[in-house]
Structure formats: C-alpha cells, structure tokens
C-alpha cells in the first residue's frame, strides 16, 4: 500500500487566514479532550487542521461537513517520539514497526540498527536504510559505533569509522555520533550543556548523551 503523502507546507498568509477563521480550515476535531503538554490541563474543545499546520482550538468549521468528524470526548495530544530503539529488537520490518507506532500515536523514532550491522555490516545498515524510508513514521537512523559491541562477539561483522565514513550522508547527522561507548574509548570532551556533551576522538566528532560518559576532568566545561 502506497504510504500517503504529507500535505505541502502552508504560506504563512492562508496560515494567519485559517487561524483567525476568515478561511475554512481542512480539517476539524469537534468536541475533542485537548492535551496541553505545556501547562498540563485537559481542555474541552475544536481543533482546526489546514495542510500541515494545526490551526489552535476554537470555533474552526470545514468547507465539507466531510470533513468535520465528532470526537465524542477522545483525547487529542502531541504525537510522540521514540527516542530511541533497536527497531530489529521488535521482530518486525521498519514498515511493519512504523504502521503499528502510528496507529499508537508515535510519529517519530531514533533507531541504532546496531543489530543488524554486527551480523551483516555495511550491506545490512543500507538495507535497513532503504526499508526506513518514506514511512508513516520518521525514522531518525543513527550509524552504529560498536560493531561488534565487544571482542566477545562472533557475530561476524566489524565496522570502523572509515566502513561507516559513506553512510555519513544518509544517516540522521544529529545522532551519527549518539551512541553508545566502549570501556576504553578515550575521547576529548569539548563542551557539554543540557545533558549532551561534544566530543571528539580518532574518526569522529559529535554530540553524545552525557550519561554515556563516565567521567567529566578537570579544565572542560559543563553548563
């Protein structure tokens, strides 16, 4: 089944239009259960849609009464991201994953497909990004720092930076970096803030999660 096409991003202009109520929106939620995650109430509600952008809540109506479905009291929130996760670790394709997620409310994970790589390498890290692909779910793929996880493992692949070096392009450039280290690794902490720190080390530079670290010295700098 073809995997529907989201809708082109809305000039600011129909966006203040829509809003306001001036235009019909394309979508409307009637008597909805409103999540706000910022103050943590639950309001009683309308909610407009028009192309991708959620217009707020209020006395929105559509074009079509098509188009205007009755929520009879279920919640609307936030989607949700999976922030991270061995999609293999599911026993399911990529696709098969983002289906069920989506129809559970996530819109978006980050996935190490660290698992497959230890068995297949390189051409088991290029499947999975073409099977990660244009899916109901954004899947933010990161590139696996410990093929294999230790010299215990028989798995038969081993990937170094230069292995992993062609997939940089493809790969979430924001998590290439996010995983996990070894005992040993020795890295040159730059900077960390908010829990993530920057680090750099032979064949990489990036942020990574500063609880992955196991020490923080003296002369580095820590918000």
Known sequence: ?????????LPLAEFV???????PADLVLKNARIVNVLTGEIHDGTVGVKGNR????????????????????????????????HIESTMTTPATFARLAAAHGTAAAITDPHEIA???????IRAFLDAASDLPVDVFVMLPSCVPSTHLETAGAALSASDLA???????????????????VVVQVKHCAAGWCHV??????????????????AGESVD
Do not use: C
């Open 200 to 217: 750099s080390g032979t064949g990489f530079d990036g942020w990574i999660e500063q609880q992955r670290l196991w020490g923080v010295y």
């Open 17 to 23: 239009a829509a809003a306001r109520g001036s235009v």
């Open 166 to 184: 062609p997939l940089y392009d493809r790969a979430d450039p924001a998590s290439a970096v996010a995983a996990r280290l070894q005992a040993g």
């Open 118 to 124: 230890n068995v297949r390498g390189v051409p088991g």
């Open 1 to 9: 089944m073809e995997t529907p096409k989201s809708p082109e991003p």
């Open 54 to 85: 959620i217009l707020g809540f209020g006395d929105y109506q559509a074009a079509r009464k098509d188009d205007e479905i009755d929520l009879r009291g279920a919640y609307v929130a936030p989607a949700l991201w999976d922030a991270h996760l």
